[in-house]
């Protein structure tokens, strides 16, 4: 008889700080390695073909987001409610929302594919790409949409395993497919000569591997959140929950993603050297960010299984030492990527122009970092006892309403580079303070015998 391997988690009982991080881990490992792709991408283009083709690698981020972000709010309602599910241990229900959610996941596939599509040039004409970037941007963008649903797949399939616990299967396919992606993108560049289209090739190859293995892995899968491919359908029950849940988180990834597509057409009004700066400057800027959004993800997961077994006291404990931990990290990171600045940049790109504006961002922004730890966690929590809406208005009103009047408004007064890169921290600040109020209102710190879990 095989010795089978536990791979989920309960977390409702045990070591608080031994779960969160034990937990977290293997997700930063899995962020770190899924930045990889696009920066990977960033660092071939601009050190093997040019610095146009690093602008329009890195300028078409805002856009892909906008389309793959709503897909992963409804991922992110998934998730919630097969924690809340697994919690309670009721395994009839959690498979109706596994195999729910994977239904979804192939409409939204089709969805994802002729939207994106169809929006690429109004999108590149919206950002005012410049002339000299338009082709390659373009290009970049078509083929990444013909091959969006190996990033949708995998993303739901991972929200699946990590709802249960599970964050080591969905990091080891990722580290597969990431490093897949390194191969292909010096095989495409260096031996088959190609530019931009090698470089989106060899992404999209790499999620659709990362797809197929997260698939297997749940069709292999014997316990309740297994999937038996004969089951799959819409539950309606499942599918009101993931939707009341998930489609807040969407709307919100979505038009904040969009956000900064204006965001972006303001720094393209500096040319393409400042859009490569941008460029590099958010490769450093994500993983800088890394731990504080691996242990958000950590602590949802805890705070939802933990609600949906009763354990309200557990759940704010979880919640304090979750801001606790992503302080201290993001503390490290941010004064390393300060003082380090210049050499860690000029990996990306050999051009002195390029890199400095990149210096020029992380000296404005970087000490603004720590209000993040607080709004990631909140808005995870939030959610974890499924309060989609609050941190979904919330974060709406400060990464999109505040930061567009204020970009206007220094714009009509004139003000230049400076106020452009501190659009983002100071929407950071706002959302950081009006989550910590919601969250002391929340039914976590009502006096509610019971908390009334989504099932």
């Known amino acids: 008889m095989a010795l089978k391997i536990k791979t989920d988690s309960d977390m409702t009982e045990g070591s608080i700080w031994k779960h969160l991080i034990s937990f977290a881990v293997p997700m930063a490992i899995g962020l770190l390695f899924q930045q990889l792709y696009n920066t990977v991408d960033t660092l071939v283009v601009g050190n093997f073909v040019s610095k146009e083709a690093q602008a329009a690698v890195g300028s078409t981020g805002s856009i892909i987001n906008t389309v793959v972000g709503f897909c992963a709010g409804l991922a992110t309602g998934a998730s919630v409610i097969i924690s809340q599910r697994y919690g309670a241990h009721d395994d009839e229900l959690l498979s109706k929302a596994v195999h729910t959610t994977i239904s979804v996941t192939f409409i939204l596939s089709v969805i994802a594919t002729v939207f994106g599509l169809a929006v690429v040039d109004p999108m590149l004409r919206f950002m005012q790409t410049p002339a000299d970037v338009w082709d390659e941007a373009r290009e970049y963008l078509v083929i990444y949409f013909s091959g969006v649903s190996g990033i949708l797949f995998y993303n739901m399939g991972s929200g699946i395993l990590r709802a249960v616990g599970d964050s080591r299967r969905p990091l080891l396919f990722l580290i597969f497919s990431a490093l897949t992606n390194t191969v292909l993108d010096l095989l495409f560049v260096l031996v088959f000569h190609m530019k931009v289209d090698g470089v989106a090739y060899a992404t999209i190859i790499s999620q659709m591997l990362s797809a197929v293995l997260i698939l297997v892995t749940l069709s292999r899968e014997h316990a309740a959140y297994g ?14 929950s993931i939707l009341r ?12 993603a969009f956000s900064n597509v204006f965001v972006q057409s303001y720094i393209n009004a500096f040319g393409s050297a ?11 800027d994500a993983f800088v960010l890394i731990p504080v959004q ?10 939802g299984q933990n609600w949906g077994a009763g354990l309200k006291e557990r759940a704010k404990q979880s919640v304090r030492s979750a801001i606790q931990i992503s302080l201290l990290s993001t503390v490290v990171l941010a004064v390393t990527a300060f003082i380090a600045a210049r050499e860690l940049l000029g990996l990306f790109s050999p051009e002195a122009e390029v890199v400095d504006y990149g210096i020029r961002f992380i000296r404005i922004v970087t000490p603004f970092y720590l209000t993040i730890c607080f709004n990631q966690i909140y808005a995870g929590a939030l959610r974890g006892i499924g309060d989609a809406t609050a941190p979904t208005v919330i974060m709406l009103c400060s990464f999109v309403v505040f930061r567009q009047i204020y970009l206007a408004v220094t714009k009509a007064l ?3 580079f400076v106020a452009v890169a501190l659009a983002y921290p100071m929407g950071w600040i706002m959302c950081s303070t009006l989550l910590f109020f919601r969250y002391r209102g929340s039914r ?3 006096n509610e015998t019971e ?3 989504d099932n």
């Open 444 to 446: 976590l710190f009502k």
């Open 414 to 416: 004139g003000f230049g």
């Open 294 to 303: 691996a242990i958000a993800m950590s602590s949802t997961t805890m705070v």
């Open 227 to 240: 999937i038996r491919w004969k089951k799959l359908k819409i539950d309606s029950v499942s599918i009101k």
């Open 245 to 256: 849940i998930g489609l807040p988180s969407s709307i919100q990834s979505a038009i904040t």
């Open 274 to 284: 400042c859009m490569a700066g941008y460029s590099i400057y958010n490769k450093l």
């Open 451 to 453: 908390p009334a879990a």
